[in-house]
Structures are given as C-alpha cells and as structure tokens.
C-alpha cells in the first residue's frame, strides 16, 4: 500500500478511507505489524434463530475456517482465538458452561464480546415471576442463569462489544409489539413484546431502551455511544469503552467479520475505531442507503416502477414496497456472497432489516413507505429529521407513482 504507520493510521480514521480500501490489502498489513499477544472473541447467543452464526459461515474474507482454524489472518496466525460460541464450538454441557464462567471471571482477558439475539427481561430486572426463563444459559445453584445475568457478568471485562444482527442490535422481530393481548399474559416494563426483549442499543423509532442503557454493568460502552468519551488506538479503558451494531436480518458475513477486524486491530493499537452513525453503525458499511446504491436506481429516476411485486422485469421497486430510500445497507450493491445476491438484485424489495424499528416499522413488506410513529424520549433531532426526510421523499412522489404504476398495469396487463 506503499505507506507508513503513522499515515495510515491517520487517512484510516476516515469514513472514506475505510470504505475504499482493499480488504486483503488492509489485512496483510495488519498481520504485518501485528505484535505478539491474543485477543479472544467471545460469542454469545440469546433469543435467536442463528442466522447470523449461519451468515457468518457464508463469509469469505475471511472464511470461519480461518478463523476456528487459528489463521485468521486479520491479525496475524494464532492471535485470535474464537473461545466460545454455542452453536459452533466443540464443547457441551459444563465444558462449554466453564469456558463463559472463566471469561466472567477475567480469565480470558483481553475479549471481544460479540452478541446474537435479543435479550428478554429477568426477574433481577423487575421481570414477570419465571422470566429467567425466557431465555438462559446453563444453571446455577439449581436456578437458570438468565441471559442478562450472563450480561451482567460478561460486559465489565469485554474490551469492546459488537451486536450481530437486529435481534442484538435493536431488538429486531422477538421485539415486536404484541397487537392483540391475552388476558393474564404476563407483561414487561422494558418493551412491549411478549418476553419485553431488548437489543443492546436503544430502539428510538419504537422508544425501546436497549441494555446500554438498562444495565449499570454497560456504562462505559453508553458513555463512549453517548459521546462522552473517545479513545485512540489501543487504549483500552476501564470508564470508556467502545461498542458497534452490526445490523441486519442476518447481517452479512463478510461485514461481521470486517467489523470484528476493526475492533481487534484497534484493541493492539493498529488501526483507530471506525467512525460510527446515529444509529451506532460503522460508516464504512453502512454510510449509505440501499436506494443510493440501487442497481435498479435507473429505473428509478426513469419514473419506471414495478406494477406488482412478482413482476419479472429490471423496474424499481419502490412502489411495491422497497424501503431502500430510508434504509442503510451495502449488500444489495456488492452481493450477498461473492458478488452473487441481495434482495432488490434478485427482485425482492428492501425490509429494513438494518434499520431499528424493524419489524413493526417496515410492515406490511409489500406496501410502499409507510410513516413510522416516532415517540418522544429516545430519539435525538437529527435521527427524527432523517427519518421524517426519508417519509418525506416517500409520500412526495406517491402521486406520481400511483400514476406510473396505473400505466404499467396498463401495460402488463395485471391488476392493482
């Protein structure tokens, strides 16, 4: 790449420079100067479907091979170690139990702690009797540990955290509002879903606090979200500490896998921490909308949209559903593996999945923009006027559509 630490250190701290690099290039010279010492990873599961565990084994740079194999070669062969994650590691039972006891209990320091799937309301958090057992991880003294307790006891020694997923990010789908409650079912403070799940950022389109903001246990990461705080390469803190979403429904692979590298190379001092958006984001994934990097956006600015979804032609999405316009994602642009896939690519519209409010926000999937309730409390200027922007656009053009898409059906044949 032909430059010094100290230059690339400082074009790295760009949004823009992040973007634009050669991943392997990047890699190379990290495992270059990467300097002796490990850094484990710690993935825990919650309320999840694993998809994200299953977009991960998709990645291919690197591939999870690699990185069980102890040659992931982000930061050089054997530095990173992949300790704990139920789904994939060999370890059951206790064994598998001891592995997250000793990481509570510092023995597996330095971690990064990657989190899937929401997190239910327990009992210690004011939940409805028998919470703990929404959802839990092994038992103790003859009573579940909870997924949170698992929090509480994991988030004073991560170094940094990392949320896959909507699910871990925001809440995602186990969040939704309940629409119709059943008499006697038991109810939640901390949201309005069944078992009240929580992701560990704050949902400000549904005014649901997430656990940065629940547990005492995550201050320094909502001090450094918050903007309280900044840290350098390397400087690992105990009042301050850095967090990430990475999110989507699952999140792509290769993204994970970017994001874990950004937090690893910053915790042995080779690269400053990405630059991160409203929504707690990196930038560098996910700058820009799904609409920005549309390969339908010519039909869209031709005014030429699909008259109905199963339509089998290269129009825009935009009137059969697609939330592109108010949605962050790359994915659809550079393809789901390898180049090959994405929902507005391969003829599906865009859900939101990146986006918090997901999926109460978004729904129905195959109706054009709805305008999300945006409750007061949670949300900052800025998150509202984008948001209100993006409806804005929607509901700006809705006549002009409603025009088109009458001319298509002409066309086509079909029917509204």
């Given at each position: 790449?032909?430059?010094?630490?100290?230059?690339?250190?400082?074009?790295?701290?760009?949004?823009?420079?992040?973007?634009?690099?050669?991943?392997?290039?990047?890699?190379?010279?990290?495992?270059?100067?990467?300097?002796?010492?490990?850094?484990?990873?710690?993935?825990?599961?919650?309320?999840?479907?694993?998809?994200?565990?299953?977009?991960?084994?998709?990645?291919?740079?690197?591939?999870?091979?690699?990185?069980?194999?102890?040659?992931?070669?982000?930061?050089?062969?054997?530095?990173?170690?992949?300790?704990?994650?139920?789904?994939?590691?060999?370890?059951?039972?206790?064994?598998?139990?001891?592995?997250?006891?000793?990481?509570?209990?510092?023995?597996?320091?330095?971690?990064?702690?990657?989190?899937?799937?929401?997190?239910?309301?327990?009992?210690?958090?004011?939940?409805?009797?028998?919470?703990?057992?929404?959802?839990?991880?092994?038992?103790?003294?003859?009573?579940?540990?909870?997924?949170?307790?698992?929090?509480?006891?994991?988030?004073?020694?991560?170094?940094?955290?990392?949320?896959?997923?909507?699910?871990?990010?925001?809440?995602?789908?186990?969040?939704?509002?309940?629409?119709?409650?059943?008499?006697?079912?038991?109810?939640?403070?901390?949201?309005?879903?069944?078992?009240?799940?929580?992701?560990?950022?704050?949902?400000?389109?549904?005014?649901?606090?997430?656990?940065?903001?629940?547990?005492?246990?995550?201050?320094?990461?909502?001090?450094?979200?918050?903007?309280?705080?900044?840290?350098?390469?390397?400087?690992?803190?105990?009042?301050?500490?850095?967090?990430?979403?990475?999110?989507?429904?699952?999140?792509?692979?290769?993204?994970?896998?970017?994001?874990?590298?950004?937090?690893?190379?910053?915790?042995?001092?080779?690269?400053?921490?990405?630059?991160?958006?409203?929504?707690?984001?990196?930038?560098?994934?996910?700058g820009q909308t799904v609409h920005e990097q549309c390969p339908r956006a010519g039909s869209y600015a031709a005014g030429d949209f699909r008259a109905y979804p199963g339509e089998n032609?290269?129009?825009?999405?935009?009137?059969?559903?697609?939330?592109?316009?108010?949605?962050?994602?790359?994915?659809?642009?550079?393809?789901?593996?390898?180049?090959?896939?994405?929902?507005?690519?391969?003829?599906?519209?865009?859900?939101?999945?990146?986006?918090?409010?997901?999926?109460?926000?978004?729904?129905?999937?195959?109706?054009?923009?709805?305008?999300?309730?945006?409750?007061?409390?949670?949300?900052?200027?800025?998150?509202?006027?984008?948001?209100?922007?993006?409806?804005?656009?929607?509901?700006?053009?809705?006549?002009?559509?409603?025009?088109?898409?009458?001319?298509?059906?002409?066309?086509?044949?079909?029917?509204?």
């Amino acid at each position: 790449m032909g430059l010094n630490r100290r230059d690339f250190l400082k074009m790295a701290g760009t949004t823009a420079f992040l973007a634009s690099l050669n991943w392997r290039e990047l890699v190379k010279l990290a495992a270059a100067q990467a300097q002796s010492g490990s850094i484990n990873i710690v993935w825990f599961e919650a309320q999840d479907c694993a998809g994200n565990t299953t977009a991960l084994i998709q990645a291919t740079e690197p591939d999870l091979i690699d990185v069980l194999g102890g040659s992931f070669y982000l930061v050089g062969p054997g530095n990173v170690k992949l300790v704990f994650h139920e789904t994939v590691m060999p370890q059951w039972g206790e064994s598998a139990l001891d592995i997250a006891k000793a990481a509570a209990e510092g023995k597996l320091d330095p971690f990064v702690l990657v989190l899937e799937g929401s997190f239910p309301q327990d009992e210690k958090a004011g939940g409805p009797p028998g919470s703990d057992y929404y959802c839990f991880i092994g038992e103790e003294n003859g009573k579940p540990i909870s997924c949170v307790e698992w929090m509480r006891r994991l988030l004073p020694r991560a170094v940094a955290v990392v949320s896959i997923g909507n699910c871990a990010s925001y809440g995602g789908l186990v969040a939704n509002k309940v629409l119709d409650r059943v008499p006697g079912l038991p109810s939640s403070s901390w949201g309005d879903s069944p078992t009240g799940a929580v992701g560990f950022f704050d949902d400000p389109i549904r005014g649901i606090k997430g656990l940065v903001n629940l547990l005492p246990e995550a201050e320094p990461f909502r001090k450094f979200i918050s903007g309280q705080c900044s840290l350098g390469p390397g400087e690992i803190r105990q009042d301050c500490r850095p967090a990430m979403a990475v999110p989507g429904c699952p999140a792509n692979g290769d993204g994970q896998l970017r994001s874990l590298a950004a937090l690893v190379l910053w915790a042995k001092g080779l690269l400053p921490l990405p630059e991160l958006d409203r929504y707690w984001r990196p930038k560098f994934i996910y700058g820009q909308t799904v609409h920005e990097q549309c390969p339908r956006a010519g039909s869209y600015a031709a005014g030429d949209f699909r008259a109905y979804p199963g339509e089998n032609s290269y129009r825009c999405l935009y009137a059969v559903g697609c939330k592109g316009p108010i949605s962050n994602c790359p994915w659809n642009k550079l393809g789901w593996v390898n180049g090959v896939g994405g929902p507005t690519r391969t003829g599906g519209v865009c859900i939101g999945c990146t986006m918090p409010g997901f999926t109460d926000a978004y729904e129905p999937f195959y109706k054009p923009l709805q305008a999300p309730r945006v409750p007061s409390g949670l949300e900052s200027v800025a998150a509202v006027a984008a948001l209100l922007a993006g409806i804005g656009l929607a509901y700006g053009i809705s006549k002009d559509i409603e025009s088109k898409k009458a001319s298509s059906l002409k066309e086509v044949g079909g029917e509204a």
